[in-house]
């Protein structure tokens, strides 16, 4: 075996892969963190990594044993927290991790769609309060239960009426107490589209933009490839986390104001992805590429906290 394969089985298979990515994801935390908001970023962070865990426990996304997926997404998500991203991404990014578990339960469950697709369409709905372009996603949502079979008019009135209940209860809120303000605040900023600009992004981003979309494009190509490999739950599951992944490219590029909460999204479904290429493909292409990858996350993590400590 080369050494280059050697390195990235020992990483994608080994025990300790996970306790290193969380040590290191503590120790950017406490040499990054000043303010109370950065606990509420760890335990979602840590929330999201547990429902990564469970998804790819559940339906085996992975076809052996490796939390490489995971330790993707917890050094990722700390790098990027280095860039000050708001707070409110790490809500947005674990709910909507949280989305596609359900989803695909119905496989099992089809005939409890509603007592699944409600709950998980009514924190779409809760998000949606706070970060309003998430209700773009729900046309996806809904393509995605055609496409696992899912789709029946039990579960689209199900999750129809998930989704409009935070909405309601908001309106209730706002008209008893004369704020109605707050209540078309968030359809306000749905339908509110800004001029596309790119001038707001400084090199920091654009940096750490390029370097996951190049990890995961290259994941999403090479995956289609070996694709045949995996079961059809699985083929129809990750097919759909690369349709999610377009999606949030696209609407980065038509709405680069949103760039933070996008790219927090991205690293999600890049991670999984990113794990399943590095976990059971193992080539001279794949071990090369592995190395690369290490390289340009280390240099981004020390790019992001030159820029953080010097040009703040």
Known sequence: MAGYDKFQTDMAKGRFTFPVAILICLLLRIITGNEWQDVINLLVCALTAYLLIEINTAFTLIRTRSTLHVS?????????????????????????SDRYFPIIQQLRISLSGGKVIFPRFLFIGLGSLLFPQLLYFVPLFYLGMISFRSLSLKSFFAGLTGLCMPYWLFFGYAFYY?????????????????????????MDRIISCGIIT?????????????????????RIFL??????????????????????????????????????????????????????????????????????????
């Open 214 to 234: 190049l990890i995961s494009l290259v994941s999403s190509v090479h995956y289609f490839h070996v694709s045949y490999l995996d079961k059809v739950r699985t």
């Open 239 to 312: 097919s759909f986390l690369i349709t999610v992944e377009a999606w949030i490219y696209l609407l980065g590029i038509l709405q680069p104001q949103h760039f933070d909460i996008l790219l927090q999204m991205q690293i999600i479904v890049g991670s999984i992805l990113t794990g399943h290429l590095f976990t059971l493909t193992h080539n001279r292409f794949t071990g090369i590429f592995f190395i690369i990858t290490f390289v340009l996350l280390i240099v981004l993590t020390i790019y992001n906290l030159w820029m953080q400590f010097f040009n703040s």
């Open 178 to 202: 004369d704020k109605m303000n707050l209540f078309y605040h968030p359809l306000q900023e749905l339908i509110h589209f800004q001029p596309i600009s790119y001038g707001t992004l400084g």
């Open 72 to 96: 993707f997404y917890i050094f990722l998500s700390t790098t990027l927290s280095v860039s000050a991203f708001l707070p409110v991404c790490r809500f947005c990014a674990a709910r909507l």
